[in-house]
């Protein structure tokens, strides 16, 4: 598409808008950027405009002025431009299709391979194993919730911290690693909610569970198929199986032009479901076929491509690896179809221990801290948490369980509904000597052995005064880690 001398409206400045403004005007755009949530400081707004020759609104702009909106999919339709564009027909197009574009048009990208990474779970964990597997090859620059990071050999280097996965932060984290000095062989984007239709290859961990955006008008899993429709052609993609089914659903199919590698994990129909979520009066339904498979055996894993096995890795201690399922079988996949070879996936298995904040084991003043705290951070999380503390407990003889449970932003990807958590420690709040809540929105949460921490630092100090030696610490809070 060109973008030159195109009336092009940006919704939201907040998740992302200010750079996707940015870089449309440098490509010849003339932009209007509306602040729809009025959050945006004065100051910003007037740089946007003498900087950049950018128009910026906190209020509605009419439509027909425009070519045509940049809307994010989480923006709620009944918003007045959105509402008049749908009556107008004006075209619309997502943060992540108008950002696809503005790659496509950045000549520092040619000869680069990009990967892009999306799903209700096992993002960061999928693009930090594959980031690791790559580099022992490649260089990698990988960009998750954690920051953006420079991979050789196995190791990682910090390019920068912060840098939120909006699609809107891509072009971005592109611009910061050229002005480091540094020229990947594959960029690897961690995306939330979609894909840009610019990746190379796409991997879409999983769908479930599925939740309401766009003040609950669409579910989130929906967005994320944008992954598969927008693919371009020659692409490849790295599908959950039940990825198939939910377009089968929809009436559509994987288009012939893009090459479609599937993958599942044999005791549930879709990835990163463990069975210990599964009720106990019910029973899974019937897997869907898929192409590579992970199979745990004890502390080892086997991979299955097409029923043949490719390899069995033996895993670290220390960590709860059955959280890392999806990311396993889906990195792999990913990996050996970018000409990894087997041996260095393998090692690379076998050399992880876990993310941090992400069911990894340590100790705080000498007490066993299973730290789960991190930006993906739900509250079935919370849950395996306990799981994983409670085996734990009973393996090793331990005595009592405390959690430091809630969120340090209700906007890191939209919160721990305090509803949630409610339910939570109503069902579980016996198994806990004390709740440490942490977040403003968790104040009005009742219980009996709950008290409140400002922060989670501050919830962590407490429980490990309250703690002894022989205690579990869990530590589950939404967070920017």
């Known amino acids: 598409m060109d973008l030159d001398r195109k009336k092009i409206a940006v919704l939201d400045l907040t998740h992302g808008g200010i750079p996707i403004s940015i870089k449309l005007a440098g490509l010849g755009a003339?932009?209007?950027?509306?602040?729809?949530?009025?959050?945006?400081?004065?100051g910003i707004l007037s740089e946007l405009e003498t900087r950049y020759g950018i128009r910026t609104s906190k209020e509605p702009l009419p439509v027909g002025a425009f070519d045509l909106l940049a809307v994010p999919?989480?923006?709620?339709?009944?918003?007045?431009?959105?509402?008049?564009?749908?009556?107008?027909?004006?075209?619309?197009?997502?943060?992540?299709?108008?950002?696809?574009?503005?790659?496509?048009?950045?000549?520092?990208l040619s000869g680069i391979r990009t990967v892009e990474i999306t799903g209700v779970k096992a993002k960061t964990s999928t693009a930090s194993l594959l980031a690791d597997m790559l580099s022992r090859k490649f260089r990698v620059v990988l960009h998750?919730?954690?920051?953006?990071?420079?991979?050789?050999?196995?190791?990682?280097?910090?390019?920068?911290?912060?840098?939120?996965?909006?699609?809107?932060?891509?072009?971005?984290?592109?611009?910061?690693?050229?002005?480091?000095?540094i020229r990947p062989d594959f960029f690897i984007f961690e995306i939330s909610i979609g894909g840009t239709g610019n990746a190379d290859l796409g991997i879409l961990t999983t769908l479930s569970p599925d939740y309401g955006i766009?003040?609950?008008?669409?579910?989130?899993g929906e967005a994320k198929l944008q992954l598969v429709r927008t693919a371009k052609s020659g692409s490849t993609l790295v599908l959950n199986a039940a990825v198939e089914s939910a377009l089968g659903n929809a009436g559509e199919k994987i288009p012939e032009e893009v090459k479609k590698?599937?993958?599942?994990?044999?005791?549930?129909?879709?990835?990163?479901?463990?069975?210990?979520?599964?009720?106990?009066?019910?029973?899974?339904?019937?897997?869907?076929?898929?192409?590579?498979v992970l199979e745990p055996e004890e502390s080892n894993i086997r991979c299955l491509c097409q029923g043949r096995e490719l390899f069995n890795a033996r895993l670290q201690r220390g960590y709860n690896s059955s959280a890392y399922r999806t990311a396993f079988v889906a990195a792999s996949a990913a990996a050996l179809e970018l000409g990894v070879e087997n041996r260095t996936v393998v090692e690379t298995l076998e050399g992880f221990g876990?993310?941090?904040?992400?069911?990894?084991?340590?100790?705080?003043?000498?007490?066993a801290l299973i730290d789960n705290s991190n930006s993906g951070m739900d509250i079935r999380s919370a849950e395996k948490a306990l799981e994983y503390a409670l085996l734990k407990k009973k393996d090793e003889r331990?005595?009592?369980?405390?959690?430091?449970?809630?969120?340090?932003?209700?906007?890191?990807?939209e919160g721990l509904p305090p509803e949630t958590v409610q339910g939570f420690v109503e069902k579980y709040g016996k198994k806990f000597e004390r709740i440490l809540l942490v977040g403003e929105r968790m104040r009005g949460i009742k219980a009996g052995n709950a008290t409140y921490a400002a922060s989670l630092p501050e919830g962590l100090s407490e429980a490990s005064k309250l703690a002894g030696k022989a205690d579990i610490i869990i530590s589950s809070v939404k967070c920017f880690r």
């Not at 050999?153 to 592109?174: C, R, Y």
């Not at 766009?214 to 989130?220: E, F, H, M, T, V």
């Not at 599942?264 to 898929?290: I, K, N, Q, T």
């Open 73 to 108: 999919v989480h923006l709620d339709p009944a918003y007045p431009m959105l509402a008049e564009a749908r009556k107008t027909l004006k075209p619309v197009f997502s943060h992540h299709r108008i950002v696809g574009i503005i790659l496509e048009k950045d000549p520092r």
């Open 30 to 42: 003339e932009v209007s950027a509306v602040d729809v949530y009025n959050t945006v400081d004065p």
């Open 398 to 413: 331990k005595g009592k369980i405390f959690i430091v449970l809630g969120e340090e932003a209700a906007q890191v990807c």
């Open 214 to 220: 766009a003040n609950n008008s669409s579910l989130a």
């Open 354 to 367: 876990g993310l941090a904040g992400r069911m990894q084991e340590k100790e705080l003043e000498g007490i």
């Open 261 to 292: 590698i599937t993958f599942r994990d044999p005791f549930l129909p879709e990835s990163g479901e463990s069975a210990d979520s599964v009720p106990a009066d019910s029973s899974p339904a019937a897997p869907f076929p898929a192409d590579f």
């Open 144 to 181: 998750t919730s954690r920051g953006l990071e420079v991979w050789k050999d196995g190791v990682s280097l910090e390019i920068l911290k912060g840098l939120s996965i909006t699609p809107g932060s891509i072009p971005s984290a592109v611009d910061y690693t050229f002005e480091a000095g």
